[in-house]
């Protein structure tokens, strides 16, 4: 089981970001991700979880309204999309599966494995 | 929001030891608590989750107790290798929160 994530990025404020994570190695639609943001030196951030199963979204109520999460069924892919980026937008972007299958934001919200996380970094 | 709280915030102790972190959250969470480990330059690994459950794979020196509002992480022997950040986060409902993580080293 593995996500792998895209590479680096580096915007403008006021632009848009679009972070892909491509799962393998189990039943893509089985399973929710969640996204969860690092800026550096600070903790853990969750941002929101998207279904696999059927798109349904739960975003953190800080960035809902910039935030969209989507999926791709046919290449396994997980996007999420950060627009009107700000300074403090600067930060390492996870994805990780839920560790139940079928679950949604109601069940057991705990997260493995992770991807390797994509820095992105907003500066003029 | 639940407020997550671990103390202490770092930990230094030595290879052999028997190491504790605590979580206490804002308000009753029955055992909806996640332990993780961050090691330096890694993305988050899950250790236990439901409090006291261990995920697999994890070695059984790391456990986890608690219910409501308090919550402890213990490492049975450190070793080396457990050098991390370790976080609790809750899923009692959203969102979730981490805590601010305890950074462990070795003496």
């Known amino acids: 089981i593995q996500l792998v994530q895209s590479g680096a990025e580096v915007k403008k404020p006021g632009a848009s970001v679009k972070v892909s994570c491509k799962a393998s190695g189990y039943t893509f639609t089985n399973y929710g991700i969640t996204w969860v943001r690092q800026a550096p030196g600070q903790g853990l951030e969750w941002m929101g979880w998207i279904s696999a199963y059927n798109g349904n979204t739960n975003y953190a109520r800080k960035i809902r309204g910039r935030v969209t999460m989507t999926t791709d069924t046919s290449t396994s892919t997980v996007y999420m999309e950060l627009r009107s980026l700000r300074s403090d937008d600067t930060a390492l972007y996870y994805c990780?599966?839920?560790?139940?299958?079928?679950?949604?934001?109601?069940?057991?919200?705990?997260?493995?494995?992770w991807g390797q996380g994509t820095l992105v970094t907003v500066s003029s | 929001d639940i407020q997550m709280t671990q103390s202490p915030s770092s930990l230094s102790a030595s290879v052999g030891d028997r190491i504790t972190i605590t979580c206490q959250a804002s308000q009753d969470i029955s055992n909806y608590l996640n332990w993780y480990q961050q090691k330096p330059g890694k993305a988050p690994k899950l250790l236990i989750y439901?409090?006291?459950k261990l995920q697999t794979g994890v070695p059984s020196k790391f456990s986890g107790s608690g219910f409501g509002t308090h919550f402890t992480f213990t490492i049975s022997s450190l070793q080396p290798e457990d050098i991390a950040t370790y976080y609790c986060?809750?899923?009692?409902?959203?969102?979730?929160?981490f805590g601010q993580g305890t950074r462990l080293e070795i003496k």
């Open positions: 990780a599966r839920d560790i139940d299958d079928y679950s949604d934001t109601s069940g057991r919200l705990a997260f493995d494995p």
């Open positions: 439901d409090a006291s």
């Open positions: 986060q809750h899923y009692d409902s959203l969102p979730v929160t």
